[in-house]
């Protein structure tokens, strides 16, 4: 089972489950521009029941790992634990530290598009190589195997639902500012996924 493990990959996992990491702590977790999927749900919860998302990721990963397990195989399971495990890991190494830029809060439209690239190329990376750092990645992963969707539409789904529970914690000028970024990241998943593809 493990001889078609990469550690090229396991590597590239570590390094884009910190990418996001670092973005959510320092950009998401701050700005009152919240993520949807289970990256919003994180926040969601630590908001209300102050859970740091470093234990709510993996909890719900590994629900959502079990639903993607036989779809998408014994393989992306182990490179999701990686990436997963990696997430956690790095979230509460940061989560240790002051955030870099206290002001983002001031400048949502910023940290929109700044949140959004952070997700976009952490999640886009993580995909491409084989894991998904969040369960709502597997999910999608899944249900887009499964359906045909592109994949950015079916994270669109997910992230919509998630953004109407933040309105009950996050105004609604800054839920257009969640939007937003929900939009730019799922984009950006789809573009890194087409990457030297055949059309």
């Given amino acids: 089972m493990l001889k078609n493990i990469k ?11 910190a990418f996001l990491a ?3 702590y320092n950009v ?7 993520e949807g999927g289970a990256l919003g749900l994180n926040l969601l919860l630590e908001y209300w029941f102050k859970i740091s998302p470093s234990i709510t990721n993996f909890v719900v990963s590994v629900i959502c790992y079990l639903i993607g397990w036989k779809l998408l195989g014994r393989e992306f399971i182990i490179y999701s634990a990686v990436a997963a495990g990696s ?4 979230y509460r190494v940061f989560e240790c530290f002051p955030h870099i830029y206290p002001k983002l809060y001031e400048m949502p439209l910023v940290a929109a598009i700044l949140g959004a690239v952070f997700v976009g190329v952490g999640t886009g990376i993580s995909i491409r190589f084989g894991g998904a750092i969040c369960g709502d990645d597997a999910l999608a ?4 195997h ?3 969707l592109k994949i950015e539409w079916v994270y669109m789904i ?6 109407g529970l933040s ?6 000028t800054r839920i257009m500012y969640s939007l937003l970024t929900v939009i730019l990241s799922g984009q950006i998943i789809g573009f890194i996924q087409r990457i030297g593809k055949k059309k």
Wanted: charged share 5%; glycine share 6%.
């Fill in 158 to 163: 997910s992230d919509l639902t998630i953004l």
């Fill in 87 to 90: 997430f956690s890991v790095f």
């Fill in 167 to 172: 309105l009950t914690y996050i105004p609604l």
């Fill in 7 to 17: 550690i090229k990959n396991c590597i590239i996992l570590v390094l884009s489950s």
């Fill in 28 to 34: 998401h977790s701050l700005s009152g521009v919240t």
């Fill in 22 to 24: 670092f973005g959510l």
């Fill in 146 to 148: 499964v359906t045909g």
């Fill in 141 to 144: 992963m899944s249900i887009s």
